[in-house]
């Protein structure tokens, strides 16, 4: 019976053996990737390089001795477990402790009312290790917040309702920034700048203060009005004794100038008489001057125009003598003319007949007819039966030249 189970219990003891290398081969394997998966979402969840936006410092702390180092902008390394980095913006933050809608506040009377105030303000470069190290991660709600409401709380309660909303605003900003800011630079923050904005009134304390501005403008009104009243009477007396002062100095003033004008004008005629007797007299004898010089020019022009007329007399004899002479020898002229003329027309008689056809017509140029039958000219009847010339008549070439 042992013989048979040996080679069995040997075949099931190699193959345990077996089975428990395979299986310790696995194991390790798992192992390996169980750890790379650790790693790699380690890794993932906390990437070792982190990155400084524009506008922003870092402190990376090292969480073996607790060294801190200040990154500006750009990548920063950052080994998960090792180094512990926070961010800090260098831009200016801006807190409202508490709205205008609401009424968080309260005044010296007690009474509650809303302001809007805000608080600007910025983390100081140079201190940002030390607020990495002391300050908590939200510094605006746990840090900042706190001190800004402890201090305006305080700095509100010391004044009036009224002086907050009108006359002590400028005051109680310059309070709160002066007690404000050494604060928040202890913690290695930077106070820019407090404003109050908005004031919310309660209702029935807002409805008296309309009232009373209202009457304390009634009342400043009238005062104007009375203060004008006063200066407008004041005005009409003094324009009253100006004009007064005014018509008294022109009446002196004229006085004194009428004054004057009749002291110049009897001292001007004391010197204007002489003066007016010598113009009277140089008046006379530029009158007799005048009246010699106009009597020569009379007789002056009587002579020249005797001598005028004389010269136009004489001109026109010598004319009517030259007339007469001319016509004595025109005549003188056409009378020998006229015998020349007769002369010729005796010689040569066609010469009538040709001036005939002359007169007839100027296409005319020559009338060329034969002589009558008793031997006269054609056109002997136009000039008149001419005499018979005795036989002992000279010819009347002869007789023209005697007339010569």
Known sequence: MDTPLHPITGALAQALRAAHQALAGH????????????????????????????????????????EASVLGEGPALRLPGLHALRRFPLRDQVSRPGAAGQAPFQSVEGLSFGADITV????????????????????????????????????????????????????????????????????????????????????????????????????????????????????????????????????????????????????????????????????????EAEKGARIKQAEAAAAARRIEAAGEAESRQKLADAEAYRIDRVGKVNTEQMAREGVLLTRHPLLIQKTVADKLSDKIQVIIAPPGTDGRFIAAGLIGRQPEAPADAPPADDAAEGSH
Not at 28 to 44: C, I, K, M, P
Not at 173 to 184: C, F, S, V
Not at 219 to 237: G, I, N, P, W
């Open 120 to 287: 600007r303000w910025a983390v100081d470069p140079t201190q940002v290790v030390q607020i990495a190290r002391k300050l908590p991660e939200d510094i605006g709600a746990q840090a900042v917040e706190p001190a800004l409401q402890a201090v305006i709380y305080r700095s509100l309660s010391r004044y009036t309702l009224r002086e907050i909303f009108s006359s002590k605003r400028t005051e109680i900003q310059q309070a709160i920034e002066g007690e404000l800011k050494p604060r928040l630079a202890a913690d290695g923050l930077l106070l820019r700048s407090v404003q109050i904005g908005k004031i919310a009134l309660p209702d029935e304390y807002r409805q008296g203060m309309e009232g009373l501005i209202a009457e304390g403008l009634q009342a400043e009104k009238m005062r104007y009005t009375l203060e004008l009243k006063e200066k407008q009477v004041r005005q009409t007396e003094l324009e009253a004794l100006a004009d007064k002062a005014r018509r008294e100095t022109a009446a002196a003033a004229a006085a004194s100038e009428q004054v004057i004008a009749a002291k110049a004008q009897e001292e001007a005629m004391r010197h204007v008489l002489p003066f007016k007797q010598k113009q009277i007299e140089q008046r006379q004898l530029e009158a």
């Open 27 to 66: 194991r390790r394997l798992v192992f390996t990737v169980g750890v790379a998966a650790a790693s790699a979402w380690v890794l993932v969840a906390h990437p070792p390089v982190a990155m400084v936006q524009p506008g922003e410092l870092a402190v990376r702390t090292r969480a073996l001795d607790g």
